[in-house]
């Protein structure tokens, strides 16, 4: 049995809270939305679990000016926490597992805080070691809510029933959201069965996929690992960043409203 799941929240002068599944927060204002000035500039990195030496140089430069920044692998340590505090407003993570010293995980870094959390997880079948994913909501200046779903998808399973089951849940609350979603993240679709499933999963919920013209993603048996989706919304610009600061390379997405 999984332990329960929980996302950890970070906030600048604040004790670091526990997020449940499904935690909802009291309303906020209209000042409260992502500060998008038209554009949503978003960032997707695998970072490793800053195991480079130039991790933190590539966070602070590739994500400059983003308002969300979706990072997979992330460890909670005190370093990537004080970049988070101090330059977000607010920042969940889901642990998906505990190493000697900080947990290890998705992490959303937000301009805004947001209006509703779900942390989920999955555990490796052979690894015996989980995956997680993070769903939040955010409200964007025409009143409209933004659902961003930040994901690592599991790696080490025999066919896609274990990788369609981490997706389930997701689909689920998308097709109950009214509004613009992002799903973005390592998808580890480094397969044929894999890339299917998530393709037809995305198609299911009305998602298309971001190309980028210089792909420089990470690929695995010739297929890339990193993908971003989006619902509602019209992508302005898009690029693959190639850096030795991680074993991926970061996407960069800006967004407008479709």
Known sequence: MLKRTYALRYVAGQLVK?????AINQPLSPTAALPTVGTLRVMVWNIFKQQRADWLWGLKNYGKDAQL??????????????????????????????????????MTLAAAHPVYCCPLREREPLLRLAKSALITVYPL?????LMVVNIHAVNFSLGVDVYSRQLWPIGEQIVNHQGPVIMAGDFNAWNRKRINALYEF??????????????????????????VFYRDLRVVKSSVLETSASDHNPLLVEFHRS
């Open 202 to 227: 995305a198609s299911g919920m009305a998602l298309r996929e971001v190309n980028f013209i210089d792909d420089y993603r990470r690929k695995a048996f010739g297929r890339p690992l990193d993908f």
């Open 18 to 22: 526990r997020i449940f599944p499904g």
């Open 141 to 145: 200046f025409n009143d409209q809510l």
């Open 69 to 106: 920044v979706l990072l997979q692998e992330a460890q909670t340590t005190p370093e990537l926490v004080s970049f988070a505090i101090d330059n977000y407003l607010a920042t969940d993570q889901v642990p998906a597992f505990v190493l000697p010293q900080h947990p290890s995980g998705v």
